[in-house]
Every structure is written in structure tokens, then in C-alpha cells.
């Protein structure tokens, strides 16, 4: 039945089948015809460009289009979500999130800074209101420029700080207790961002990360130290005492000289941790709960304390009072405050707050979690799996851990389609929310958004991840 089909083909040159995604060879006089139209194959529609969606055509191939690095889609116009066309390739428009208590800062890839949220004590890096902005703004220098040139961020209750690419670190927002670390009195509110210095009036330099608490804030340089300034009521500098302090200075260690090794920094309400280029824990500050995981409890850890018998740290992250860990065998650990399942060790009913490491569950009375890859906590705790999808457990008051439903152990976050979020490879978790980069180049939030801080352009609480509002270029 088909032989009139061929020999319509050999007469026409194969043109009348080509909306059947199939093209000719012009030089064998249409003899020979090719499926087209799917990647790697040639284009449709011989002078022009005709691909299937999703693709463009490219040197008569059509190839990927819309993600990070491909060929811009659509005229060279368009990209996928989270995505900007530049020069005809797209690439990451936002590239760090530092969620605070109720605001956020966003990193644009050129290295300028956009705030979103709550702004009482100029948090958002403009002069400080009562209104709420659920658009990023842009934070602007002391001379009424853009502030930028900035690498990463970091987020505290009421404040915020940037790690500059000279290695420099400037902060903004509520000055209280010396949080922003410029050596200056107390303040409600700075607007604009200030540098940070040391003890001899030098600035800090070679930064390569900044993580924040309530009102203390810590840094990790290059060499793998740590420097703190804030407060200090429960020892949360690590330099051994509990004076605050308008400037940076190391932490130390028992010994009393600077405690190095650090290969990540996370910094919590009123403790910060650190894991060591060893793959131990270290933790340091507010020990009410046993959050620092010493074993014991207590109103303040002055010097970094190893977490008990836990080794082989992958990652770790600092959070309201508690603190979680994964191991490179992929199980996951936490301690500290068990209120509002945090430990995520499925005891709904008597919650009982653990002073040293204890093993995050797969289910209600079963077998530990054994495929976590990354942490991150804020109000609850929230993992990376090996197979990059995400998990959370505790208090899910606003949609914080991303179901809807809240658990005592690990439950999949599920996105706006109704699936399992997936092709996660970074979490930053602070407070009441959450954010997650995906491999395709976007970030997305879920959790508290009363005050507009997830930057969906609404502030409406969602227990969907919803993407960052930022635009490139």
C-alpha cells in the first residue's frame, strides 16, 4: 500500500512528506529522505529553521536549546525558568540566596545585590519602613550606586552581609550589638552596606564565605579559619568569653589560638558549627538544647567542642537551637532541641531534646535514613538525597517543609506540578523557610512569605517551592 507513497517520494523529492518530520538530500535529487526535526538531527524544511520544541537549529543540526549554557530558544529570545539570554546563550540569572528571619538577598550573576522582604531596620539595603517588598530591590552603596562586585551572601535575623570578589565582606541592617562588625556604636538601622574590619582597623580580607545568627555574624577565610563579631551573651564568638564585639577577631580554640582546619560555616540563632577538612563537626555558642553535641547541657559553649563520635562528616548545618549532620556512608544525624520534631527521629508524642548525635530515621520506629547527601536547617531540618531530591521534617506551621503536612522524619518536598522536587545540588535553609538551586539553573523557595521574603512577587505562605523573582539582564 505504500508503493505510491515511494513513488511520490522519488518524483518529489521527498517535499510532500516533509510535514511528516523527514528531509531529502538535495544533492542525491531527493532520492534518499532522514528523519529531521530531534536533536542531532538536521533541520526540517530545507532553508530554514525548523526544530522540535525545546531545540534550535545550529549549523542545519538541530541541538538543545532554553538551558543553562545551551543556545538561546525561540529568535534567541528565550530561556528556561530562572534563566537569562545573553550573547545568544543562556545562562543563571540568580546565583545565591541568603534567607534571613523575614527577608531574603538575592546574588545576580553580575555581581550586584536585590533584597526582598521585611524592612524595619534596613535589612533590604534601602532606608528603613514599615512596608514590605515582595520584589527584590536593589541594595545601593554609600554613594548612591549599585553595591556590587559580590560573590556570596549571608543572611542573619535583621541583617545581612556580602563577601565581595577582593575577599572583603560588607554588611547592612540592624546594628544592635555590633553585628555589622565596623567598629561603630550601636545603631537600629544602616541602609548601606559597611565594611567590616578587625581589631587594628584593617579590613577583613580574604573571606571566601559569611554566615549570620540573631545578632552575631562569623566568616571563613581561605586558609580555613573562622573570624566572629556581635554579640557574645552565650559565647557564640568562640574567642572564650561573652563580651560583644563591634569587630572581627578569630575564633579560638582551647588552646587559645585561632581554630583553622574549616571547610564550612554554618551559623544559627545563637551557635554556629563548623565541619573540619578532617570530616568532624565542631560547634560552638547557645548549648541550652545540646545543640553544640558536646553531651552535656548548658547556657553557653565559649570554644568549638567536637560533636560526639561523629566522623566522616559530609556536610553539616546550624539551626533554631538544634543541629544536623550527614555522614559519607549517607545517613543523616541531628541534636539539640527536640521541640517541633526537629531531630526528625519520628517521636511525635514525647520529645526529648539530645545533647549528642542521634540518627535521623528512615521511618516511625524504623531503620536510619541512608541516602543523604546534603544538609541544610533553618526551623526544620531539610536534606539533599543521592538521587538529588529533597526531604524535610518537623513543624510545617508555614509550609516549611514543603508537603503540606509536616513529620516527625524525612517526607519528599513536592513542587508546584504535584511531583517530587528534584535535581537539587544545593539547600539553604534559615528560619521559617527554605531555598533549593536546581541543576537547570533556577533557585526555588517555599516556607513563611508574610512579608514577601521567598521573592515570588506575593506574601502569601507556600508549602510549593515557587521560583525567585529576579530578572536578568
Not at 565542631?282 to 547556657?299: F, S, T
Request: charged share 15%.
Amino acid at each position: 500500500m505504500w508503493s505510491w507513497v515511494v513513488m511520490l517520494i522519488a518524483l518529489a523529492g521527498c517535499d510532500l512528506v516533509l510535514g511528516l518530520n523527514r528531509t531529502c538530500d538535495e544533492a542525491r535529487f531527493g532520492s534518499e529522505c532522514s528523519t529531521c526535526g530531534a536533536a542531532g538531527q538536521a533541520c526540517c524544511a530545507a532553508g530554514t529553521t525548523t526544530c522540535g520544541e525545546g531545540l534550535v537549529c545550529g549549523e542545519s543540526t538541530c541541538t538543545a536549546c532554553g538551558g543553562v549554557g545551551q543556545p538561546c530558544c525561540a529568535g534567541e529570545t528565550t530561556c528556561g525558568d530562572g534563566l537569562f539570554c545573553g550573547g545568544g546563550t543562556c545562562s543563571e540569572c540568580v546565583i545565591d540566596v541568603a534567607p534571613g528571619r523575614r527577608h531574603m538577598c538575592s546574588l545576580r550573576y553580575d555581581g550586584t545585590v536585590w533584597c526582598s522582604g521585611q524592612n524595619n531596620t534596613a535589612q533590604l539595603g534601602r532606608a528603613p519602613s514599615d512596608a514590605r517588598s515582595a520584589t527584590p530591590a536593589q541594595v545601593m552603596g554609600a554613594d548612591g550606586a549599585a553595591f556590587g562586585d559580590a560573590v556570596s551572601l549571608g543572611s542573619g535575623r535583621d541583617h545581612s552581609c556580602a563577601v565581595r570578589r577582593d575577599g572583603t565582606v560588607w554588611c547592612w541592617g540592624r546594628h544592635s550589638e555590633g553585628q555589622l562588625g565596623d567598629n561603630t556604636p550601636p545603631r537600629d538601622s544602616e541602609p548601606v552596606p559597611v565594611q567590616v574590619i578587625q581589631a587594628d582597623g584593617l579590613p577583613l580580607t580574604n573571606i571566601v564565605s559569611v554566615s549570620a545568627g540573631n545578632c552575631h555574624t562569623c566568616a571563613m577565610d581561605g586558609a580555613g579559619g573562622v573570624a566572629c563579631w556581635g554579640c557574645n551573651y552565650a559565647g557564640q564568638l568562640g574567642d572564650g568569653g561573652v563580651a560583644p564585639r563591634p569587630f572581627a577577631d578569630p575564633v579560638l580554640d582551647s588552646t587559645g589560638v585561632p581554630f583553622t582546619g574549616v571547610a564550612e560555616l554554618s551559623v544559627a540563632h545563637q551557635h554556629a558549627c563548623a565541619r573540619r577538612s578532617d570530616a568532624t563537626a565542631w560547634c560552638w555558642g547557645n548549648n541550652k538544647y545540646g545543640q553544640v553535641g558536646n553531651g552535656m547541657l548548658g547556657d553557653g559553649t565559649y570554644q568549638p567542642y567536637p560533636a560526639m563520635a561523629l566522623d566522616d562528616v559530609e556536610s553539616l548545618g546550624a539551626g533554631s537551637y538544634f543541629t544536623c549532620a550527614t555522614r559519607r556512608d549517607g545517613t543523616a544525624w541531628c541534636w539539640g532541641r527536640a521541640f517541633g520534631n526537629r531531630l526528625g527521629d519520628g517521636k511525635d508524642d514525647v520529645p526529648e531534646d539530645r545533647p549528642r548525635p542521634g540518627r535521623v530515621l528512615e521511618d516511625f520506629g524504623g531503620g536510619p535514613f541512608m541516602h543523604a547527601s546534603r544538609i541544610s536547617v533553618g526551623s526544620v531540618g531539610c536534606l539533599v538525597t543521592n538521587d538529588t531530591g529533597v526531604w524535610c521534617w518537623g513543624n510545617d506551621q508555614y509550609g516549611t517543609t514543603g508537603g503540606f503536612n509536616g513529620s516527625s522524619v524525612p517526607a519528599p518536598v513536592i513542587d508546584r506540578e504535584g511531583n517530587q522536587l528534584a535535581g537539587v545540588d544545593r539547600l539553604v535553609g534559615h528560619n521559617a523557610h527554605t531555598c533549593a538551586h536546581q541543576t537547570t539553573g533556577r533557585y526555588v523557595c517555599w516556607g513563611r512569605n508574610s512579608h514577601g521574603e521567598l521573592a515570588n512577587g506575593t506574601t502569601v505562605n507556600t508549602g510549593r517551592p515557587s521560583t525567585v523573582a529576579l530578572t536578568c539582564p
